[in-house]
């Protein structure tokens, strides 16, 4: 029986409970893989995270993520959280940012005062949605194809496709059709009316994630691929704030900021949980 140390933090939160959470187990290398995906599937959070020493001598620590289903390649809000909880037990970075290793290779993170953020990864998948998949997101979505203002796959690791639509009312009604997205994994956004919405942030998003038939409450990778895509296509300032996770209850803030030929995807990060957890020898 191996007892590690444990943390359980709050990603993208305005205020505690009401961002993602995140379980982070803290020295995890003598864990094998199988023992990873069942405490990942046993948490049953979107994510739970592993932090082992490098493997890459350019890194400060290694990370990986499993969903309760399999492993992710790159996350944002596990990216976040395993972070701060590397910080939070003393980590120290050899450079200026803070670098992580993980499946999608060495991501650099940064601190933005009370905010971490990470530059956003090169896309895996980009360029125009065809018209099948659109019909096949707009059915599913329970809209009409003309309701879609815009689209583009967005897919940094967990295979996303994201679409537009024109408010933040109409994103906030959605109430999906998860078999008939079937195993799309669909990111939404719309911009805020500063009038009627108010001025905390510029753009509302969700994320559906049909093979568990769930909304992700604030999700990092998402945002990191709408941003590549809405900035470079002159859809959003180079510096603006998502607001995500309404529709849950949750009040998740996301901070996005192009500088030079990085997109920095930022937010707080509010430790919750501490402790030890026993996990059964492999």
């Known amino acids: 029986m191996a007892t590690l140390s444990f943390q359980q933090v709050d990603v993208f939160a305005s205020r505690p409970l009401k961002?993602?959470?995140?379980?982070?187990?803290?020295?995890?290398?003598?864990?094998?893989?199988?023992?990873?995906?069942?405490?990942?599937?046993?948490?049953?959070l979107s994510e739970t995270t592993f932090l082992l020493r490098p493997t890459n001598p350019a890194a400060d620590y290694r990370v990986r993520i499993f969903t309760p289903e399999r492993e992710l390649p790159f996350a944002g809000h596990p990216t976040l959280g395993s972070c701060q909880v590397w910080l939070n037990s003393g980590g120290k970075p050899k450079g200026t940012h803070i670098v992580q290793e993980c499946g999608a290779g060495l991501i650099k993170i940064r601190r933005d005062g009370e905010r971490l953020a990470f530059a956003a990864p090169p896309l895996l998948r980009a360029g125009d949605v065809d018209r099948d998949t659109l019909k096949r997101i707009a059915n599913g979505l329970r809209i009409t194809e003309d309701a879609i203002l815009a689209s583009q796959w967005a897919d940094n690791g967990p295979g996303w496709v994201a679409v537009m639509l024109s408010s933040r009312a109409e994103i906030l009604a959605l109430q999906p059709d998860y078999p008939a997205l079937a195993e799309?994994?669909?990111?939404?956004?719309?911009?805020?009316?500063?009038?009627?919405?108010?001025?905390?942030?510029?753009?509302?998003?969700?994320?559906?994630?049909?093979?568990?038939?769930?909304?992700?409450?604030?999700?990092?990778?998402l945002n990191?691929?709408?941003?590549?895509?809405?900035?470079?296509?002159?859809?959003?300032?180079?510096?603006?704030?998502?607001?995500?996770?309404?529709?849950?209850?949750?009040?998740?803030?996301?901070?996005?900021?192009?500088?030079?030929?990085?997109?920095?995807?930022?937010g707080r990060t509010i430790t919750c949980i501490e402790g030890k957890l026993d996990v059964a020898g492999d």
């Open 224 to 266: 990191a691929g709408l941003a590549q895509w809405l900035i470079g296509k002159g859809l959003a300032p180079n510096s603006y704030v998502a607001a995500q996770g309404t529709a849950l209850g949750r009040a998740g803030r996301v901070f996005v900021e192009r500088e030079g030929s990085d997109i920095w995807i930022g």
């Open 19 to 44: 961002g993602n959470p995140l379980a982070v187990v803290i020295g995890a290398d003598e864990l094998s893989e199988q023992t990873m995906a069942a405490l990942a599937n046993w948490t049953n």
């Open 184 to 221: 799309l994994k669909i990111g939404v956004v719309a911009p805020w009316n500063a009038a009627t919405d108010g001025k905390d942030a510029q753009f509302e998003v969700r994320a559906f994630i049909p093979t568990r038939a769930t909304e992700d409450p604030v999700t990092g990778s």
